[in-house]
C-alpha cells in the first residue's frame, strides 16, 4: 500500500511539472533523498554545529551566524611553513623572555613604579646585566634576533646582553608591546595613599579587567604580549637562513659544565668566564657521542631573545599556560632573571625553564 501511495505521488509530480521528463524526474530524486534516514556519521569536532567554523571572511565562527571573539587566533588552523614537514615538529623556535636587571625604582618600594620612563638601572643592576651576558655566553647562546622593551632599563639590559654575545645593537628591535604594565594617573604616587582598604578590594573583584585611571588591565598586557609573541616571533623561523641550526644549547652545555666540574674540580666562576677556545679543549676532555651531537642539531632551528618587564612576562606565561591572567600574582619574576619557552608545531608553546638566576651566583 506504501509503494502503492509513493507511486501515486512520484505520478503527481510529473503531471505538474510542464514537459513532464527529466526535471520531473530530478524532483522525485530529491524528495527520495530527503525522506531517507540520516546516516550515522563518525564524530569530528568540524562535523558538530557549534564546533568553530571560519567564515568567508576568516572570521571565527560558532555555527552559522555566530561571531566569536578570538584575539589569539587559537580557533585558526596552523599555517603551516614551508620548513615543516610531517614527520618532525618542523621549525623549532626558543624564546629567551629575560627581566631587565634593577633599577632605581626598585629602591623606592614606597612608590607606585609603573613605566618610568627615567627608571635607569643601578650600579647592582649593570651587573647583573653583564653577569648574565658571560653566563649565556658561557652556555653557547646564539640570537637570531633580539627585540626589547622601549624603556630605557630594558634596552640598558638587552645592550649589555648582546655586546657579549656579538649581536649588534643596530639590529636590536624596539617593540612597544614589551613594555611595563601602565599604572597610569598613580604612576610615581605612594602606594599608602593609593592601595586603601576599599581600593584593593574593587581590585580583588574585578581583577584581571581592573585598571588604574589611564592604566592598563593585567588581561589587556596579556593581549599584547601574546599578540606580539604569535606576530613577530612564530613566523621568524621561516626568516632564518635555511642553513643556520642553533642547537638548544642551554641542557647540552650546563651538562657539559657540570661534568667538566666534576673531572677538573674547577670552580663555578672559572667555568663561566672561560672564552670559546677553552670550549674546544673541553671538548676534548668530554667527548659526546654522535647520537648526542645528532639530537642537538635536530633540537632548535632559531633563538630570540626579548628582553621585558616583570609584569608583561608573567602575564605572557599566563596567556602559554591558558589561565587568567590573575594567576600572574602567583609567579615571581625576578630582576635579570632568564625564562626560556619553546615553540613547535606539533606541541605548540612549552615552559622549558622559569625564573633562571644562576648567573647571580658569580656576584
Known sequence: A????????????????????RVGDEQVLVKKILQQEPEMLPFHAS?????????????????????????????????????????????????????????HMKLRPDLIAGRCPDAALTPNGRRQARALAVFLKSLRVRFNAVYTSTLDRARATAISVCQELNFSEENIQLSDSLVEMSQ???????????????TVTLMDKFQPDFCAPAGESLRQVEFR??????????PFP?????????????????????LLRKKSGKSRLQMVTKTSGDHDADDEM??????????????????????????????????????SPAMSSKMCVDE???????????????????NDTSHLRLL
Open 286 to 323: 668530554v667527548p659526546s657521542s654522535p647520537r648526542r651531537r645528532q639530537d642537538d642539531e635536530e633540537t632548535a632551528s632559531c633563538c630570540v631573545g626579548v628582553f621585558s618587564h616583570s609584569t608583561p612576562i608573567r602575564c605572557l606565561l599566563t596567556g602559554v599556560l591558558g589561565c
Open 238 to 258: 621561516d626568516k632564518c637562513p635555511s642553513d643556520f641550526s642553533a642547537r638548544s644549547s642551554w641542557d647540552s652545555s650546563l651538562r657539559q659544565h657540570l
Open 184 to 198: 597610569g594617573q598613580w604612576e610615581g604616587c605612594h602606594r599608602s595613599e593609593v592601595f586603601t582598604p576599599e
Open 47 to 103: 562535523a558538530s554545529p557549534l564546533s568553530p567554523q571560519i567564515s568567508a571572511h576568516n572570521t571565527p565562527r560558532l555555527g552559522p551566524s555566530i561571531k566569536v571573539s578570538d584575539p589569539y587566533n587559537v580557533l585558526f588552523p596552523p599555517v603551516l611553513t614551508s620548513r615543516f614537514n610531517s614527520d618532525g615538529d618542523g621549525a623549532i623556535t626558543e624564546v629567551y623572555l629575560i627581566c631587565h636587571g634593577e633599577c
Open 225 to 234: 604580549m601574546v599578540r606580539f609573541l604569535n606576530t613577530a616571533v612564530v
Open 2 to 21: 506504501d509503494e502503492a501511495e509513493e507511486e501515486d505521488e512520484e505520478d503527481a509530480v510529473r503531471r505538474e511539472v510542464p514537459g513532464n521528463g
Open 336 to 354: 635579570s632573571s632568564v625564562t626560556v619557552l619553546q615553540h613547535s608545531w606539533r606541541h605548540g608553546w612549552q615552559i622549558k625553564r622559569f
